[in-house]
């Protein structure tokens, strides 16, 4: 019996707790997981997850202050320097925002919107709405605005609180007859358009005049706090959508205790670990890891600017750090070019290294342990090469964790040779991020692991993976045909494929993405997809087309840093991206990575023809969604007359 037959058997009725226990202990014996604590607390930690969750985030926050008042709990930046923050800190900060947002006259449950880029005062504003007992409604800083003014519409939201100008002006020139206040990160409300019946302030406002309620009222937060309850609504994320509308996910407080709870009981972090956070925090990937860190009380260094995150890296020296599959796609490139960039001794000392620690960590996968010689050779490739590269990125990291995509095997491979495993998982936003989650002693290389405690998988007849578990959401927001569409029988319809071996799960890709070829062969085209952007560095994204047509071809794109620095060393410099894609030689360069790719595939799959694109898709012309997935509909439709090309004769 494997881990998700022994969690599936584990969420038999609310505080069964002798069943939990006993179907622990099975567990431990199947999974080879280091552990800091004896097994009688590890029992205990997993039986918590199901039986003993406080009633809500801000129930938890409070309960992380009384532990740990003077622990840090944040980094973050002011200019080049990185201020610190203790918990108690983090509460005073905390409750005069959500002090501040009752003084507005926001009830119990009402949502109050956040649009703006990662950074302490998006986690700030997050735990004082949620520890006023209000909802927090997550807005994409890059969300078009006629999206924003939909979202806000829907979620019938009575303050923003905007990042800056920018954002609030999107809300502020429409209609949004719920909309109260709007309160500013950046800039002044001058800086605003006006608009009747809407206040414009500042965070620091805010504050103040949450400050002074709490004179009044000392009792003001904790009161909300005392009242919120496990079902209350906590968040509404609205799916990105690659077609349609967004809906709105109703996620309810005890989705993300629940989550908290669930990592916790894998016993994979500590208190004394300290995150790395970049991750959007709109998506519920970022957002989980807040659950995860008031669980455990660890210090987050937080920063959303993506072209610092390896610079931040060597500076924080973090001990764990979640990312997107494009991000370790991006640094496994980027390192192996500028390695075999230098040439001569250098580069066959790196390649060399890089197949022995590959070749380690397949035996790994297998079960196996490297033998004396493979030892000696790691240990001089680990002096030589690895050791620099883990330098690079603070040299304390003892994992990645990998979600929101899927991670090819060739990236996986990389990062566990030089000696940082990536810990792939999957879940949605329906699920509150985390439904699985590989684990450190036993990462299963192509799985996305075994089921969060508590929560259960089922493959349905067609293949669809069906999810059931404490995480899923409470509905779609003002849509009950969208969720009856999506349940039956209590368990919630993801609309991936995969397939559970051994307890893991494999996801294989979306359902509604397979591509039938006019001869009736099934193409998935995720795999094909990640398997060219972990082989070619030089493009951007990939869309497989191919459903009703007798053979599979591409839509590729140029990555613009990549591709610049490879014609810079050609003879192409100064060409622009356009100029590039219509390149013979850039042609010749990715034709050879789709020759590699071919190689990989079955006859049926692989790209007979493909187009370079001018320019990469974008979220702003509609053809990635904010949480960076391609609308694949919209880009076929757009590039049809150029895909009809391709098959013409």
């Known amino acids: 019996m494997g881990p998700a037959s022994v969690f599936a058997r584990s969420r038999r009725g609310a505080g069964d707790a002798r069943h939990v226990k006993s179907d622990i202990r099975q567990l431990r014996g199947q999974l080879s997981v280091s552990r800091s604590r004896p097994v009688e607390e590890d029992v205990h930690f997993m039986t918590a997850a199901l039986t003993e969750r406080a009633p809500s985030f801000g129930h938890l926050f409070v309960d992380r202050i009384e532990k740990t008042p003077n622990r840090e709990a944040f980094r973050y930046r002011v200019g080049d320097a990185w201020k610190s923050m203790s918990w108690a800190q983090t509460k005073v900060r905390v409750f005069n925002i959500a002090a501040?947002?009752?003084?507005?006259?926001?009830?119990?449950?009402?949502?109050?919107?956040?649009?703006?880029?990662?950074?302490?005062?998006?986690?700030?504003?997050?735990?004082?709405?949620?520890?006023?007992?209000?909802?927090?409604?997550?807005?994409?800083?890059?969300?078009?605005?006629?999206?924003?003014?939909?979202?806000?519409?829907?979620?019938?939201?009575?303050?923003?609180?905007?990042?800056?100008?920018?954002?609030?002006?999107?809300?502020?020139?429409?209609?949004?007859?719920?909309?109260?206040?709007v309160v500013l990160f950046d800039d002044t409300p001058a800086d605003v358009h006006r608009h009747e019946g809407v206040e414009v302030i500042t965070l620091a406002d805010l504050e103040q005049r949450g400050a002074a309620l709490l004179a009044e009222q000392p009792a003001a937060v904790d009161d909300r706090i005392a009242a919120c309850g496990p079902e209350d609504l906590a968040t509404l994320v609205y799916t990105s959508g690659t077609t349609g509308k967004p809906k709105g996910v109703r996620l309810v407080h005890d989705n993300w205790v629940y989550e908290g709870k669930g990592v916790a009981a894998l016993n994979i972090l500590g208190p004394d670990d300290v995150q790395y956070l970049w991750l959007p925090l709109s998506h519920v990937l970022g957002k989980v890891l807040s659950a995860v860190q008031l669980e455990f009380g660890f210090s987050t260094a937080v920063d959303g600017d993506l072209t610092r995150i390896v610079e931040n890296l060597g500076v924080i020296k973090p001990t764990f750090m979640g990312g997107a599959p494009r991000i370790f796609e991006k640094v496994r490139a980027k390192v192996t070019l500028t390695a075999q960039g230098e040439g001569g001794l250098k580069a066959k000392i790196f390649d060399w290294a890089i197949g022995v620690g590959?070749?380690?960590?397949?035996?790994?996968?297998?079960?196996?342990?490297?033998?004396?010689?493979?030892?000696?050779?790691?240990?001089?490739?680990?002096?030589?090469?690895?050791?620099?590269v883990r330098a690079r990125m603070g040299g304390r990291i003892r994992f990645f964790v990998s979600g929101s995509a899927a991670l090819s095997a060739e990236v996986w491979e990389w990062f566990d040779a030089v000696g940082m495993t990536i810990l792939e998982g999957y879940g949605l936003t329906e699920t509150s991020a985390a439904a699985a989650v590989n684990l450190p002693g036993d990462s299963r290389i192509g799985t996305v692991g075994p089921p969060l405690p508590g929560t259960q998988f089922k493959i349905a007849e067609d293949g669809e993976v069906l999810i059931k578990g404490p995480g899923v959401m409470r509905g779609y927001h003002n849509r009950p045909d969208a969720t009856a569409e999506v349940f039956s029988d209590g368990w919630f319809h993801s609309g991936d494929i995969?397939?559970?071996?051994?307890?893991?799960?494999?996801?294989?890709?979306?359902?509604?993405?397979?591509?039938?070829?006019?001869?009736?062969?099934?193409?998935?085209?995720?795999?094909?997809?990640?398997?060219?952007?972990?082989?070619?560095?030089?493009?951007?994204?990939?869309?497989?087309?191919?459903?009703?047509?007798?053979?599979?071809?591409?839509?590729?794109?140029?990555?613009?840093?990549?591709?610049?620095?490879?014609?810079?060393?050609?003879?192409?410099?100064?060409?622009?991206?356009?100029?590039?894609?219509?390149?013979?030689?850039?042609?010749?360069?990715?034709?050879?990575?789709?020759?590699?790719?071919?190689?990989?595939?079955?006859?049926?799959?692989?790209?007979?023809?493909?187009?370079?694109?001018?320019?990469?898709?974008?979220?702003?012309?509609g053809e990635l969604t904010p949480s960076m997935k391609v609308r694949r509909k919209l880009v076929e439709q757009k590039y049809m007359s150029e895909l009809d090309s391709l098959y013409k004769g």
Request: proline share 3%; glycine share 8%; hydrophobic share 40%.
């Open 100 to 181: 501040g947002l009752i003084s507005l006259g926001v009830q119990p449950q009402q949502r109050v919107a956040i649009a703006g880029t990662t950074r302490i005062e998006w986690l700030l504003s997050d735990l004082g709405i949620l520890c006023g007992g209000m909802a927090t409604t997550t807005v994409y800083p890059t969300t078009a605005r006629e999206d924003v003014a939909y979202i806000l519409s829907d979620s019938e939201s009575v303050v923003l609180i905007a990042e800056n100008a920018e954002q609030a002006n999107k809300a502020l020139d429409s209609d949004l007859p719920d909309l109260k206040a």
């Open 498 to 621: 995969g397939e559970l071996t051994d307890g893991y799960l494999k996801i294989t890709d979306r359902k509604k993405d397979l591509i039938k070829t006019s001869g009736g062969k099934y193409v998935a085209p995720q795999k094909i997809e990640v398997i060219f952007s972990a082989e070619c560095p030089w493009a951007g994204h990939i869309v497989v087309h191919g459903d009703g047509r007798h053979f599979a071809s591409a839509l590729i794109t140029l990555d613009d840093e990549m591709i610049h620095e490879w014609a810079e060393k050609n003879g192409l410099g100064g060409k622009t991206t356009e100029e590039l894609a219509r390149d013979p030689q850039v042609y010749a360069l990715i034709d050879e990575h789709v020759q590699k790719l071919n190689s990989q595939l079955e006859r049926w799959e692989t790209i007979k023809k493909f187009i370079i694109l001018p320019r990469d898709l974008t979220i702003e012309d």
């Open 358 to 388: 590959v070749k380690a960590s397949r035996i790994r996968q297998q079960g196996g342990q490297p033998g004396f010689l493979l030892r000696l050779q790691l240990a001089i490739a680990d002096k030589l090469v690895f050791s620099k």
